[in-house]
């Protein structure tokens, strides 16, 4: 597979530029120069050349304000364009109803639970609902998609980076006073209710996993297995690149590039990594990352990204948010509340933690490689 003329020919045809406007540094931007010089890209390069064509079939969709690949193996061609435009007309329906801030299923329930009326919920948007529940209660609330309205004051809630000044204390203090958080919701059947008023759902910390999972049962049900689906920072894999497994790299958050690759598969795994260097905003000469404290309302500062490998999609992406709030203090406590045993995370200083099981699985693709420290997940009282 001729990595770098692949990634050329999509980007040119989908109009990528290589340079990703300030403060929104979507995962494939730049992979037209990147992948003349990286092995590996996480979000959009899979490491592995070979000296003849691959039977590979890809396909570039823009979901979820992103670009998100799909790539399968080793079946026919037409079976192939055919699961492509059926995983693409369901995702864009996952867009349409998980979108926060313009109208589908998710604005019509933010809209119900601030008149304190009922809502009737789909399937799915049921299971982002309880997902988050179990998420919010085993990392002790540092992952609570529940804070809508405080990502909304921050400027979040639109497609370009935000600009201007930031909330003042006062305004980010009076929605954390009012406690919003996803336990505050209940489900009768596909009923939805909320006894706080204040809550406003944003899914963006755990849809792109959900998705994740739904492609690749989706595919399953074709008889494809042997895929990848990358929705940009985070992804799904089933099965292999023929004999060799998947082998993908992890974005490197203080600069360009991976800095780090693992294999994954043969069975299904989900691999998403977080953290404010994909996304922010800047004033007075700092950044701001689009990870939010639910307990302080404030950006996350201390870890710049978390990486989590775990068979649900949905596990993994909620995972990396909660330890991304949890810092370098908690992280270690959530791993282990939340039940993870491969995590990697990375400090402001680019200082490496990572978990016994995870130090085993990565390779470390940069000269000099970074310091790195091993931790087993263990509960911290302080961190409960």
Known sequence: MNTSHRLDRDSSRLGVSATPPPGHRADVLGTRLLSKFLPALFGALLVGCSPTPDPLFEQTFYIFGTMVDLTLWGIPEPLARSASK??????????????????????????????????????????????SQDAEKRS???FNPA???????????????????????????????????????????????????????DFGGIAKGYAGDLVIATLRTMGIENAIFDAGGGLQVIGSHGKKPWHIGI???????????????????????????????????????????????????????????????????????????????????IASQMGLTNVLVVDEAGNVYMTPEMSHRVQFTKEPPPHVTVVTPTPNPACL
């Open 140 to 142: 002790s609330g540092m």
């Open 86 to 131: 059926t995983i693409e007309n369901d995702l864009q329906t996952m867009h349409r109803d998980w979108h926060a801030w313009q109208p589908g299923e998710v604005m019509r329930l933010n809209q119900a639970i601030a008149q304190g009326e009922p809502f009737q919920a789909s399937p799915n948007l049921i299971t982002l609902i309880r997902t």
């Open 147 to 201: 804070i809508g309205r405080l990502i909304g004051l921050w400027g979040f809630h639109q497609d370009i980076p935000p600009g201007g000044v930031i909330p003042t204390p006062a305004e980010v203090a009076r929605l954390v006073a009012q406690h919003p958080s996803t336990l505050d919701l209940s489900i009768d059947g596909n009923t939805v209710r909320s006894r706080n008023p204040a809550v406003e759902l």
């Open 251 to 333: 974005r490197d958050p203080k600069g360009n590039g991976a800095f780090a690759a693992v294999d994954l598969g043969p069975t299904t795994e989900g691999m998403h990594t977080s953290g404010g260097y994909a996304r922010f905003r800047e004033y007075a000469g700092k950044r701001y990352s689009h990870i939010l404290d639910p307990r302080t309302g404030m950006p996350v500062e201390g870890i710049v990204s978390a990486t989590v490998i775990y068979p649900e999609g949905i596990w993994s992406d909620a995972s990396t948010k909660g330890m991304v709030v949890g810092g370098l203090r908690c992280w270690s406590s």
